[in-house]
């Protein structure tokens, strides 16, 4: 691979002019096993570059604990890259948004109350140079000073955005380049937004998706030499629970493309193929409102979420070979998925008789936040005995995100941080009733101040007016299920329940799974979490690679929190339903 220079003209690699033609690509949202068939057509459509962004809160799930295996193996997706050709733009963060849960901010963070994230608070700092250093030491070899695929290096992310303290980019450059980084560095910021989140010396770019004779020119005006590069060029957008599917006219997106590089830019198409937020990694936007981002990452990108072109992969592959060469091989088809109807779920689990298999209990005065029971994704069961009978109002200060009520293990209710929710009345049945709530985290907030977002109940909890003490909580991240114990029934339990069923395949394919007359949960097939689903919509089915099926039988697990299926079955089928569009 060969270095990227930069001068006044532009980008220059062995001392000829280059354009970064560059797509998204997250390798934490792409089963590693489909990696090269990703970057292989990203080759394809003319691009010459992939973009990754690099989750902090899931290589370092704990402070002295890091990992770069299985689906984090990045120097094996560089290496994958380089192998197909492909450069390499690096965004490690620490902050990256990217609709990933908490912004990619480790929850441990938020374990010390007055920590002050994105700033020069020492503790962030500390931690921020920890981890560039677990980070970018067995990287080193990657960067393309020393024959790797990385172009450049990415200090924060759109930082603009959110403050305007350079000491504070200052300090994280020159973390990055003690840490080995001898490639460009830059940053990104949406154009209204470049002064404050730029940085004397380093490389500025412009995220946008329009109006891009416009903006190239506001990033000119803030620059007025050197490179022009977009380095999020939007092309699709993300879905929320409870909104549409959000699309683009193809031939649209492809005409501002054209006019981005007619201009001479550089770009990144965000995204080039986006993903699935599998498990429970999807972030969640607050203004004023929480709205927590739905599992599939489909981002109505040239590539869709199971990996096939879609029109927007022809359609920029024509504007690309207006200014590139474009590889002479056929647009890839679509590739065959598999079908199997009514798999019946007929074992159950209920979730409130077996939480003690899944976590422990830790007793308190007031409720634990997930962060202080060292929790990341799931749930946290919260349990106390109330000492009366009788018409009762249950006040939470806050609710973070949703709590399903139950007194002696029969809901009562529910409350959602989305619809603003705080007080639900009810009546105790006796003295000594158990009093849950099983509080669900949809999601940390991944933009603006609201990354400081604790879960499960910050806050008092009120019984009448008078605060109730003497808690038992009980973290249930279900990163394993194998403490259930399974029977099986002849009707579908009521409460929150897992169900089980298997199949059997002679072959593997990608597919689909579809829900339909289930309500909310999650669903794992073979252990593998595929993600949340929700009756509430757009997306009505879920995305499941072929890897983590196999020949001979297989297992699928529901979590259903609220009223199964009356018949307790769900379908693979060879097409995804994201919704319905706004258009």
């Known amino acids: 691979m060969s270095v990227l220079q930069i001068d006044d ?64 193996d ?43 994230l994105r700033t ?24 393309a000073t020393r024959g790797g695929p990385v172009l450049a290096v990415q200090v924060e992310n759109e930082y603009g955005a959110y403050g305007d303290d350079s000491a504070y980019l200052e300090h994280l450059a020159d973390s990055l380049r003690r840490c080995g980084v001898d490639v460009p560095l830059f940053t990104c910021d949406q154009p209204a937004d470049l002064e404050r989140g730029g940085l004397p010396g380093v490389l500025a770019t412009a995220n946008f998706g329009s109006r891009s004779t416009q903006n190239l020119a506001a990033l000119r005006a803030h620059r007025p030499t050197g490179p022009l590069l977009s380095t999020e060029f939007w092309i699709g957008w993300f879905d929320r629970w409870g909104g549409h599917h959000v699309v683009r006219d193809p031939d649209q997106a492809a005409q501002e493309l054209d006019e981005a590089l007619a201009a001479g830019a550089s770009v990144n198409l965000y995204m080039f193929h986006g993903g699935t937020n599998f498990g429970f990694t999807n ?24 990996g096939d072109p879609t029109e927007k992969f022809t359609a920029f592959r024509e504007v690309i070979a207006k200014y590139a060469p474009v590889p002479a091989e056929p647009v890839p088809p679509r590739a065959d998925k598999l079908t199997l109807a009514a798999v019946a779920l007929n074992e159950s689990a209920g979730l409130l008789d077996w939480a003690p298999s899944l976590g422990d209990a830790v007793e308190s005065l007031n409720p634990l936040t997930m962060e202080q029971l060292r929790q990341d994704f799931g749930f946290v069961l919260y349990e106390t005995v109330l000492a009366a009978a009788g018409p009762a109002l249950l006040e939470l200060e806050h609710v973070r995100d949703r709590a399903q009520v139950f007194l002696d293990g029969r809901s009562v209710g529910v409350l959602e941080r989305e619809n603003h929710e705080h007080a639900l009345s009810f009546t105790v049945p006796r003295a000594g009733c158990v009093l849950s709530l099983l509080v669900e985290n949809q999601g940390r907030v991944n933009y603006g101040p609201g990354i400081h977002d604790r879960k499960g109940l910050p806050g008092r909890v009120q019984l009448d007016g008078t605060e109730l003490v003497g808690w038992t909580n009980r973290a249930l991240p279900l990163t394993s299920l194998d403490g259930l114990g399974f029977a099986a029934t002849t009707t579908a339990p009521t409460g929150p329940s897992f169900h089980r069923g298997t199949f059997e395949l002679a072959g593997t394919a990608d597919t689909f799974l579809h829900l339909d007359g289930w309500t909310k949960g999650s669903a794992w097939i073979n252990g593998f979490a595929l993600g949340r689903y929700w009756s509430r919509g757009p997306q009505r089915s879920l995305y499941v690679p072929a ?23 769900v379908d693979f089928r060879d097409t995804h339903d994201l919704g319905p569009t706004d258009e």
């Open 547 to 569: 890897p983590v099926l196999h020949e001979g039988t297989n297992e699928i697990v529901v979590l259903e929190l609220h009223a199964a299926h009356r018949a307790r079955t």
């Open 9 to 72: 003209g532009g980008f220059r690699l062995d001392g000829e002019p280059f354009r970064v033609l560059s797509g998204g690509l997250h390798y934490f949202r792409v089963h590693p096993a489909q990696w090269a068939d990703r970057l292989r057509k990203a080759r394809l459509m003319g691009l010459n570059t992939v973009e990754t962004y690099v989750p902090w809160n899931l290589h370092q799930p704990r402070p002295d604990r890091f990992r770069m295996d299985g689906g984090l």
């Open 283 to 306: 972030g969640a936007n607050d203004k004023h409102t929480y709205r927590p981002t739905v599992t599939s990452y489909d981002y109505d990108a040239p590539l869709d979420e199971a």
């Open 74 to 116: 990045l120097p094996a997706f560089l290496g994958l890259a380089a192998a197909e050709g492909l450069h390499v733009l690096l965004r490690p963060g620490p902050y990256i948004c990217a609709e990933w849960e908490g912004g990619g901010l480790p929850s441990w963070l938020l374990e010390q109350p007055d920590i002050r």
């Open 120 to 143: 020069r608070d020492p503790r962030y700092l500390a931690a921020v140079d920890d981890y560039f250093t677990r980070l970018l030491t067995p990287l080193q070899p990657y960067f």
